[in-house]
Nanobody
Framework: QVQLVESGGGLVQPGGSLRLSCAAS????????VNWYRQAPGKERELVAT????????NYADSVKGRFTISRDNAKKTVYLQMSSLKSEDTAVYYC?????????WGQGTQVTVSS
């Protein structure tokens, strides 16, 4: 019953912004940390951002620090990734992820394309 659904991706020009959402269901969302990953064609999946269960601590990959912000609303069972100053290098499929009972759960991903 655990389900994660990403949304908010699309085509954006360099320097633009997007906000991705990850809606959760089927588990006690407020008890688990959530991660955002991304994967570009031919490249390894990369951890982009992490947020603790209470939302009191966050971590970011060096490549996105200062440009991306992860947040969560436990009442809405949703985690967000606000992306600003987007670059072509940010083009990838973005996935949200959580680990429960030693099993990693993943959403279907949402495509972000940064191009002029």
């Amino acid at each position: 019953q655990v389900q994660l659904v990403e949304s908010g991706g699309g085509l954006v020009q360099p320097g633009g912004s997007l906000r991705l959402s990850c809606a959760a269901s089927g588990f006690t969302f407020s008890r688990y940390a959530v991660n955002w990953y991304r994967q570009a064609p031919g490249k390894e999946r990369e951890l982009v951002a992490t947020i603790t269960s209470a939302g009191d601590s966050t971590n970011y990959a060096d490549s996105v620090k200062g440009r991306f912000t992860i947040s969560r609303d436990n009442a809405k069972k949703t985690v967000y990734l606000q992306m600003s100053s987007l670059k072509s290098e940010d083009t990838a499929v973005y996935y949200c992820n959580t680990v429960r009972a030693a099993f990693g759960y993943w959403g279907q991903g949402t495509q972000v394309t940064v191009s002029s």
